[in-house]
């Protein structure tokens, strides 16, 4: 029988499916139907405790191509039933025997839906999970100790790259990316678009990358709370202007920062794959995947800030544009957000616009001859 | 956003209820007016089919019960101008409909915009060809396949590919006509059948994919290409299975993320593609070992499965899809259940919903139970659980039937060998026989080969088998409870099983807890009364009641719906369950819904104060109860369902509301009942109730044959049989006590007389009889299949005075408090009683429209103890107005295979159509247009072939027949008979089954009439005519009164009748009309 524990002072019971221990980390809730192996391998849910509200985890097991990173971030995961005889031709293991693996508490036969309601009031929060039962004293030091949680902001160190590398060395575009714990879907989209992409640690200087002569700058998705990476937002501001600057998730959130605007913590979150966001510009709506406790506060948005997508739910701020200094960013997932394949996505924009700039370049570089 | 030139607005129903086209168009039509009406546009209607709320006439401004036609709808487009029309919320019927009206010109003459998907859109989407090439231009795959019109282009098609091969015939509802061919002689045999029911004599032959994954997507489109994902699901049955016959759970559950990103693109792909604006559904087949799938099929309309999806999660496609017709796009929608977000997001599940199809072979002993292409389910089942588990086992109690698990079924004696070679069988039974075969301990993977359904279902219901062994071993502790609690079992199942008492089980006290349909998974707080079952998990309820808290409410009351449509207790009994539900929460009560049956409109959140979407099963019914503490339950409204539950609630301290319990089973109990119309001195056939065979024939020596068997306490008198001698009693009874489980058989004296049937309201003191209907076959057929005239056109006054006597009578003694319908038989010019049935009937919706009466409201008050005479329409038999109308019951034969198409005294229709006007041969003609009768001028080839009984009868019908030019081909016998009396025909023999088929099949025969020798045998000749007939959509008359009826109509036709139509409330009005002319 394992444990949860939350801030609130909350205890809930629960099988232990997954490793053996206990984690302290902050409770959230996502709420998609389908793709838990792509959720456990999403980094920016570094030092979590993800509540699935979907009840049935681990049908079609784990297989060995839709990863999102090698290792999973998260510290635990809770489900109302994960399954134990999974079934698809692609899978290679079960998914409680990879939680085992990777040293994630599981806890299943929980009330979750009680449990995201919870969330949803009281807001994401500290949490301890673990695989054994504790003694009322045990839960109640808890408890004292989970009000001093919080995840800190060295924890990028882990989920970016740990060195600078080359994801693909072929493409129109020569990328520089900065790696806070990406999604390989991000890396494969934009390869697949036709960037040659450098893949850069946190902790890269904007020296380094300004000396390497990139056609632009990409900043990926990660975790913990963006307002606490202040290197980071120093180096972006030494480049934002020089070269096109691309953002999403936390890349989009450190924009932001650069440009001025706060980011506030949203009380439960967005994390779930049907999330309205309305395009400002033309009025077309994208139904997107989402990852994120933060969120850019729109109201007060500086004038060269262009607001460009806004979740039709909650009326946040999904994505900004700055035309003069050449930011784009948008909050949600572009590239698994499913629209017919035909239609052009955020990237396909992107892209082009890396394009247009190396043609001014290449034609600077001619009139100047 | 809304467009402004809407004033009024035409919606087309979608007719009677046959297979593969039921209740659901109810929902989604009511649905589409509702929000109409909420737009403040002014709607026409137009249905034929009387059952339904939409011809309610609140809930649209003018409504037609009229046959869907070219020339009706064109009339009443001419008539009433409407500037746009809605036709993708009234299923197949409604879209050809469409598609004629604009063939026709009328469309573009009158200025008529079809809203929502254009003409071209659904052209692509229906037409084989033109979808298959659309598919291709955009890259979509599907299967190789030809578009034939002629059986040589089949063969060169069958050549290329070989065997097997799908058929399936264009625009025909729900597949009929379609199927797979396995080796030659079947592909000609429904290559044939399907080029024949195909309305442009098309088919689709097609590469079979039987055994890939089944999936479907329902998806919404605007005109600001916004899509959205509604719900996806996956059959549990395999490619090979119609959708509407399979197993279906929803969300998807064997799909990773990939796979369903993969198809909802397609699926996005293709409404785009085909700019459908509204709902619509996409089947996909996907391989189960590779990413290859194939798009099978695009519904360019809301759908059965729009349906389902709409109850699965909350999201109202219907609601969406006539707002986006009228100009409003996704984001400018509120979403009804959240009321904070919009319509322009995915809904998403943190519950499993499983369906099972509700099928009528229990009805129909004869019937081919093999599942294919075409559909065979009369309607469905919903249940909603945490998990798969616990939804599987429910959806599985909510089928009604004599056993509530997945094991003992009679699967328990076969040899292992026998199993494992019927579990190859795709018939309605093979899940049951795939838990048997789990619970001799035979491998999955084995399971896995044979049925070729995932190995993560089977696996899943092995859980719930193994369970079962669990509780067979172990001692029951409260852990082992609690989990077969959550595995679904019942706890009758679990004292069958363990053996505990009864007493044991309840000192665990645990009670059932509710959950909230909420279409967010709980990330929104949100107040829709939509709630199921789970066990061990917190209660939404209480919290509901809270933030809904209204002191100006009285008490609760439960309304008990009618669960699956199946035949004998169709969508009738939905309507009086919705009205009854509706009129509770206007006469400030608490009302509280409970039902499975995902297709109705009592299952839409808004018609009950709180809906609960649970089993029709005592125990379910009961933690209800006990979580609602009502002041009663209604029982009278939702036919034999509800109140089959009466007893065994009232058992457990449950207050009945209406007429008492004791009164119910006075009507059904024989003896009591026979010593009750003693007492009121009213006549009766000469019967009694039997509990074994020795009875059974004591009892026939003294009531003489012929006799009608039936079973008590059944559904659409299943088991009923007129017997004429010792042989066929011996035959039938033993069938009759199997129906009727520890209930006596009945045997009645057989009068082959006039029926008669009437319906009433009673409040205790007074009753209302809104009308009397006469059937036109005489006695024997049931009442269901008859073809009934109100008002009854040769009942003298003096009978009519007795009738309404009777009827008075028998309300007074029951003390009948809301609903009663009471059939006789008129025979020598005596009226005898032969049922009386105290709740509401199959015909209160058509009574409550031709008469103006609302008759489950009225009967709703009563019970609550307003006098009817407050209601304003008097009491005892109300007047007549100048309207007459003819019911005629739709029958769906030509989804099922071998079964006997001749009228009995059981119930065989699924739905029905009204004829009116104000001549009763107008309104005649009128349902057998409505029934999809075809009237011709060319001299026509007409079989007779007559049953000894019934020759002399039917004389008079053929003379008219030949006097009427028809063309008389006659078997040997009428032949001989015919020559007798001077009515020249040709001879035909019986045994030339052959030839005669080949007639049918070149359309060279009109129609069929043929009176059954007795026996249910299918050996027989009239057996094999009758349903080759039927095969092929030839009308056979197997009552000679049905016969004199077509003639009868059909001499309106001969003579050029121009007819004209109007609505409900003008033929009512017309007798005023009229006298102010004179």
Redesign the interface.
């Known amino acids: 029988m394992g444990t949860l524990i939350l801030q609130d002072g909350s205890v809930i019971k629960g099988n232990s499916k997954g490793a053996i221990g206990g984690y302290e980390g902050e409770i959230v ?1 996502n ?5 838990y ?2 959720i456990l391998t999403d980094l920016s849910y570094a030092k979590q405790i993800v509540v699935m ?4 985890i681990g ?2 097991g784990i ?1 060995e ?2 990863f999102e990173a090698q290792n999973p971030a998260l510290v635990g995961i809770i489900a ?2 994960f ?1 134990e ?6 899978s290679t293991q079960n998914i409680s025997t990879y939680l085992q693996m990777h040293n994630i508490i599981a806890l299943d036969d929980i ?4 449990l ?2 919870k969330i ?1 009031e009281n807001g994401t929060q500290s949490a301890f999970i673990t695989s054994n039962d504790l003694t009322q004293e045990e839960i109640e030091e808890k408890i004292q100790h989970l009000q001093e949680f919080k995840i800190s902001n060295d924890v990028i160190l882990q989920t970016g790259a740990k060195e600078k590398y080359q994801y693909n060395d072929q493409g129109e575009i020569d990328l520089a990316f900065i790696d806070y714990g990406t999604k390989n879907s991000i890396l494969n989209t934009l390869a697949k678009k036709g960037c040659k992409i450098t893949v850069y640690p946190p902790s890269v200087s904007a020296q380094e990358i300004l000396e390497n002569n990139h056609h632009a700058l990409f900043l990926s998705s990660g975790p913990a709370n963006p307002n606490e990476f202040s290197y980071q937002i120093e180096q972006i501001k030494e480049i934002v202007g020089k070269i096109p600057l691309f953002g999403i998730g936390l890349g989009y959130q450190l924009l932001a920062l650069c440009a001025g605007a706060e980011v506030y913590k949203l009380k ?1 979150g967005h994390r ?5 966001v ?1 395009n400002l510009e033309n ?3 994208l ?1 997107t995947n989402q990852n994120h406790g933060y969120a850019v506060k729109s109201d007060n948005l500086a004038k060269f800030i262009r607001a460009t997508y806004k979740n ?2 909650d009326d946040t701020l999904e994505g900004f544009e700055i035309d003069s200094l050449k930011v784009y960013a948008v909050q949600f997932y572009p590239e ?1 957000t ?5 239609t052009t996505t955020i990237y396909d924009e992107w892209v082009n616009i890396a394009k247009r700039e190396i043609n001014n370049k290449n034609n600077e570089v001619k009139n100047e001859r | 956003m809304k467009d402004k030139s809407l004033k009024k607005v035409l919606v087309i129903g979608s007719g009677p209820i046959v297979i593969g086209q039921a209740a659901e168009f109810d929902y989604a039509g009511v649905q589409a007016c509702r929000t109409l009406k909420e737009e403040n546009i002014e709607i026409v209607l137009v249905n034929s089919n009387p059952a339904t709320i939409m011809t309610d006439e609140e809930i649209a401004d003018k409504v037609y019960i009229e046959p869907l036609t070219l020339d009706c709808v064109s009339k009443i487009i001419e008539k009433e101008r409407p500037q746009g029309l809605i036709a993708s919320l009234g299923g197949q019927t409604a879209l050809n409909l469409a598609c004629e009206l604009d063939e026709a010109g009328v469309l573009e003459k009158f200025n008529v915009k079809l809203l929502g998907t254009n003409i071209e859109s659904i052209k692509k989407a229906e037409d084989r060809e033109l979808f298959k090439n659309l598919m291709q231009e955009i890259g979509e795959p599907v299967p190789q396949s030809d578009i034939v019109s002629t059986w040589e282009e089949a063969i060169t098609f069958s050549e290329k590919i070989g065997f097997p091969i799908i058929i399936r015939p264009a625009f025909t509802l729900g597949g009929a006509g379609g199927g797979i061919a396995q080796n030659m002689e079947e592909y000609d045999e429904i290559v044939h059948q399907g080029l024949a029911q195909s309305p442009i004599n098309q088919v689709l032959v097609e590469k079979s994919i039987a055994g890939y994954k089944e999936i479907e997507y329902e998806v919404i489109r605007d005109s600001n290409n916004t899509c959205i994902i509604v719900c996806n699901m996956e059959n549990i049955d395999p490619i090979g299975i119609h959708t509407g016959d399979s197993f279906v759970v929803a969300p998807t559950q064997t799909l990773t993320a990939k796979e369903c990103n993969m198809l909802k693109a397609s699926a996005i792909k293709i409404i785009k593609a085909l700019k459908i604006e509204g709902g619509c559904n996409v089947q996909f087949a996907l391989d189960t070992v590779s990413n290859q799938y194939y798009v099978i099929e695009v519904n360019p309309r809301v759908s059965r499965s729009s349906a389902l999806a709409s109850k699965a999660s909350g999201y109202p496609i219907a609601k969406i899809t006539t707002k986006i017709a009228i100009g409003y796009n996704l984001h400018e929608i509120k979403n009804s259940i959240t009321q904070t977000t919009l319509a322009s997001f995915e809904p998403t599940l943190d519950y499993v919903v499983v369906k099972i199809p509700k099928w009528p072979f229990d009805k129909f002993s004869t019937g081919d139970r093999m599942l294919g292409t075409k559909m065979k389910a009369t309607g469905e089942i919903m249940a909603i659980g945490r998990t798969f588990i616990s939804s599987f086992k429910k959806a599985v109690t909510s089928l009604e039937e004599r056993y509530t698990g997945l094991l003992h079924r009679g699967f328990e004696t076969l040899e292992k060998a026998d199993l494992l070679k019927e579990l190859a069988l795709q018939d309605d039974r093979r899940i049951f026989r795939l838990a048997q075969a789990l619970y001799n301990g035979i491998e999955i993977e084995k399971l896995n080969k044979i049925t070729k359904i995932d190995k993560w279902f089977i696996s899943k219901i092995k859980a719930i088998v193994d369970l079962e062994h669990t509780l067979e071993k172990k001692k029951l502790d409260w852990d082992l409870y609690l989990k077969a609690k959550q595995f679904g079992f019942l706890d009758s199942e679990i004292i069958a099983i363990t053996g505990a008492t009864k007493e044991e089980i309840e000192n665990f006290a645990l009670q059932a807890s509710f959950k909230t349909v909420d279409t967010c998974a709980g990330e929104y707080s949100a107040t829709t009364p939509y709630f199921y079952s789970t066990w061990g998990e917190e209660c939404e309820v209480e919290e509901f009641k809270l933030k809904n808290n209204n002191k100006k409410t009285k008490d609760t009351i439960v309304v008990l719906g009618s669960g699956p449509i199946r035949i004998g207790q169709g969508i009738e009994f939905d309507y009086c369950s919705v009205h009854a539900s509706l009129e509770l929460m206007k006469n400030g009560y608490q009302s509280v819904m409970i039902n499975s049956n995902p297709e109705t409109l009592s299952t839409d959140f808004d018609v009950a104060n709180r809906l609960y979407f649970e089993p029709m099963n005592e125990e379910y019914v009961m933690n209800i109860i006990k979580k609602e503490k009502p002041k009663g339950v209604l029982v009278q409204f939702g036919g034999q369902t509800a109140i089959n539950l009466a007893q065994k609630l009232n058992a457990q301290g449950v207050k009945i509301l209406g007429t008492s319990l004791d009164s119910i089973n006075a009507t059904e109990d024989r003896k009591v009942f026979e010593k009750l119309m003693r007492e009121l001195d009213i006549p009766q056939p000469k019967g009694c109730a039997v509990t074994s065979v020795t009875e059974a024939l004591s009892a026939v020596k003294e009531i003489g044959y012929p006799v009608l068997v039936r079973p008590s306490y059944v559904i659409g008198g299943r088991g009923m049989q007129v017997v004429y001698n010792d042989d066929e009693l011996l035959t039938y009874i033993n069938e009759a006590f199997k129906f009727s489980n520890e209930h006596p058989v009945l045997i009645d004296q057989y009068l082959e007389g006039q029926e008669v049937e009437l319906d009433a309201i009673s409040d205790g003191r007074d009753i209302l009889i809104p009308g009397i209907c006469e059937h036109i076959e005489r006695a024997g057929v049931h009442s269901g299949d008859s073809m009934s005239i109100y008002p009854s056109q040769n009942i003298s006054r003096k009978n009519e005075k007795i009738l309404v006597k009777y009827a008075q009578k028998i309300a007074k003694k029951l003390n009948i408090k809301g609903l009663m319908n009471i059939q006789f038989i008129i025979k020598d010019n005596q009226v005898y009683v032969i049922e009386v049935n105290p709740r509401a009937s199959r015909t209160v919706p058509i009574m409550s429209k031709v008469t103006g009466i609302p008759m489950a409201k009225i009967a709703l008050r009563a019970i609550l103890g307003k006098s009817i005479r407050r209601a304003g329409f008097g009491v005892g038999l109300y007047k007549k107005s100048n309207l007459v109308s003819v019911k005629m019951p739709i029958f769906s034969w030509q989804k099922l295979n071998r079964i006997d198409p001749a009228l009995a005294p059981e119930m065989k229709s699924t739905g029905e159509v009204l004829g009116i006007d104000t001549k009763y041969k107008r309104a005649l003609y009128k349902a057998f247009l409505a029934g999809g009768y075809k009237f011709s001028n060319s001299k026509q080839r007409v079989l007779v072939s007559l049953n000894d009984h019934y020759k002399k009868p039917a004389l008079p019908v053929i003379k008219k027949l030949f006097k009427q030019g028809f063309f008389i081909m006659a078997t040997w016998g009428t032949h001989k008979f015919l020559e007798k009396h001077g009515v020249p025909s040709k001879m035909i023999e019986k045994f030339m089954i052959d030839k005669l088929q080949k007639r049918m099949k070149n359309g060279r025969l009109s129609f069929i009439i043929n009176t059954p020798t007795t026996g249910k045998n299918s050996q027989n000749a009239g057996f094999q005519i009758r349903t080759i007939a039927q095969m092929y959509g030839i009308p056979s008359f197997t009552s000679i009164d049905t016969a004199n009826a077509f003639l009868v109509a059909h001499k309106v036709f001969d003579k050029n009748t121009i007819l004209t139509y109007d609505t409900i409330t003008n033929y009512r009005k017309k007798k005023f009309l009229d006298m102010f002319k004179k």
């Open positions: 809730f709420t998609s139907m389908a793709g192996q792509e509200s979907y009840p049935e049908n079609y297989n191509i839709d109302k039933n399954c005889e999974e079934n698809h031709y692609k009330d979750t839906r009680a995201v309601k949803r439960s779930g794959t049907n999330y309205p309305i009025k077309k709506i139904i039709l739910n698994t499913v629209k017919a394949e035909e």
